[in-house]
């Protein structure tokens, strides 16, 4: 889904001196509607999509609930006793990309089963390594959408940002935006009448974590700084204290 900016998102884009055009950007949709139902989650990716297209960002939406993904933290569900688990080919293509946004909906104000799985399904690939011995994770910048009719915005944001973090994601400034429509059943997002899309506090800050994150992944084209951080080199040092006896 594609959106008309405004014209402040189109001149911010017509004025970029930056080359962000070797960066790709995954977007995982944690809607728990399979295509090709409308989702107002969708509905918000798109804008931040669009912003980082007419930027040179190569990118890709992925609905995960269109997939058969299997529940566990294993790299591949296929040898733990599921007949069949489409995560794997998903995960190449986060770990291909410098920026990854998850976006979701608020169900009872929390983030979507989805995205729950979704979270579980990263943490299997985080004790990976990359070139440096680092996490594989680490020099990804990573933020969150969210969409919803009740309140959970903020909540739903932190436990992503905290989760993506923790897996060795970089987190941008203002790496979360929102909107939540009147509480309780009525329109949402994308709907007629509902606001969503004419919201300035939702376009505004959804324009500010697309730039920003544009803006780290650049900054980590070369991966972030290995020192300090080598799990590889770590593993293989002898410890005067070793964590389970030191007191």
Request: with cysteine; hydrophobic share 35%; proline share 4%.
């Amino acid at each position: 889904m594609r959106f008309k900016l405004n014209k402040i998102q189109q001149k911010w884009n017509e004025s970029n001196k930056t080359d962000f055009s070797d960066l790709k950007a995954v977007f995982l949709n944690c809607t728990l509607k399979k295509s090709p139902e409308l989702s107002h989650t969708e509905g918000l990716l798109g804008m931040s999509q669009t912003i980082m297209e007419a930027n040179g960002v190569s990118t890709e939406l992925i609905r995960v609930v269109d997939y058969e993904v299997a529940y566990g933290v294993q790299l591949d569900m296929t040898e733990h006793g599921w007949d069949k688990d489409d995560w794997p080919a998903i995960q190449e293509k986060v770990m291909a990309a410098n920026i990854l946004v998850i976006g979701t909906p608020i169900w009872l104000g929390e983030k979507s089963s989805i995205a729950t799985k979704v979270i579980e399904r990263l943490y299997g690939f985080s004790g990976e390594l990359n070139k440096e011995g680092q996490y594989a994770y680490y020099g990804k910048a990573g933020g969150c959408l969210i969409t919803g009719n009740e309140d959970g915005v903020k909540h739903c944001a932190m436990n992503i940002l905290y989760s993506l973090q923790h897996l060795g994601y970089t987190i941008p400034p203002q790496a979360d935006a929102g909107w939540i429509g009147e509480a309780g059943p009525g329109p949402s997002y994308l709907d007629e009448g509902s606001g969503g899309l004419e919201n300035e506090f939702t376009t505004r800050n959804t324009t500010f974590m697309a730039w920003n994150l544009m803006h780290l992944a650049f900054m980590l084209k070369n991966g972030f700084p290995a020192h300090g951080n080598i799990r590889s080199e770590w593993d293989k040092s002898d410890h005067d204290h070793p964590n389970p006896e030191y007191r």
